[in-house]
């Protein structure tokens, strides 16, 4: 995990976002939070998180187009990307 760098969370539900903050910043990692796709691409070429969580069912833009959006850039291109979601993946989606 990294120790310098932001952590970005993306989720719609606040009580994930604040979950998910609180735990993070229980061990001194700094968290940045978008509760949507638009929100999130902003703030990581902005502050270039050391890692994004993402959920995959969000109105709007979905996590599946944050994480296209996110390897299109290069310079956000080598983020690592967690994908947090109650959504079952096919095979398909699995190997993105």
């Given at each position: 995990?990294p120790q310098d ?92």
């Amino acid at each position: 995990m990294p120790q310098d760098k932001d952590f970005l969370i993306v989720d719609d539900s606040e009580d994930i976002l604040l979950h998910l903050r609180r735990i993070l910043e229980s061990k001194n990692y700094t968290v940045l939070s978008a509760d949507n796709g638009n929100d999130a691409l902003q703030l990581a070429e902005a502050e270039t998180p050391g890692l994004v969580v993402t959920d995959l069912r969000m109105p709007g833009m979905d996590g599946f187009t944050v994480i296209e959006a996110l390897k299109r850039d290069p310079d956000t291109a080598n983020i690592p990307v967690i994908v947090a979601s109650a959504k079952e993946l096919t095979s398909k989606e699995k190997n993105m």
